[in-house]
């Protein structure tokens, strides 16, 4: 139910499947290409805790998912609690009800895990 509510508010960003692209280079760069929002930066595997630390913005930025791999797809997932936050503070500023809906419904699950599955 989460992850039908989650795809149905990104798609109104523009996030939907295909929009997203990641290259991981040799030497530890990566660029990213999410909706119409360019990113790069440096990552570094944590191979042993499958966990990979990416920078942005010049380093400025860190964040740190954990890595699923399955077959030939990689899922980088994130906390969400951090996104939730922002979530509900948007929703309640905005007055979106698909979104406070959203927030209200991810906020009863401790532990939760946000993220994208890239496929090669």
Same mark, same amino acid.
């Given at each position: 139910?989460?992850?039908?509510?989650?795809?149905?508010t990104?798609?109104?960003?523009?996030v939907? $499947?295909?929009?997203?692209?990641?290259?991981?280079?040799?030497?530890?760069?990566?660029?990213?290409?999410?909706?119409?929002? $360019?990113?790069?930066?440096?990552?570094?595997?944590?191979?042993?805790?499958?966990?990979?630390?990416?920078?942005?913005?010049?380093?400025?930025?860190?964040?740190? $998912?954990?890595?699923?791999?399955?077959?030939?797809?990689?899922?980088?997932?994130?906390?969400?609690?951090?996104?939730?936050?922002?979530?509900?503070?948007?929703?309640?500023?905005?007055?979106n009800?698909?979104?406070?809906?959203?927030?209200?419904?991810?906020?009863?699950?401790?532990?939760?895990?946000?993220?994208?599955?890239?496929?090669?």
């Amino acid at each position: 139910q989460i992850e039908t509510k989650l795809n149905e508010t990104f798609s109104k960003f523009g996030v939907v $499947p295909g929009a997203c692209s990641f290259t991981f280079n040799n030497n530890n760069t990566y660029s990213a290409q999410i909706s119409a929002l $360019p990113m790069n930066g440096q990552y570094a595997l944590d191979a042993a805790n499958k966990k990979l630390t990416m920078t942005y913005l010049a380093g400025l930025g860190t964040m740190t $998912p954990n890595i699923v791999k399955t077959g030939n797809k990689i899922s980088l997932l994130y906390e969400a609690d951090k996104l939730l936050a922002i979530a509900q503070k948007l929703a309640a500023m905005s007055g979106n009800t698909s979104l406070q809906a959203l927030a209200d419904l991810a906020s009863q699950y401790d532990g939760l895990m946000i993220g994208l599955e890239l496929q090669k």
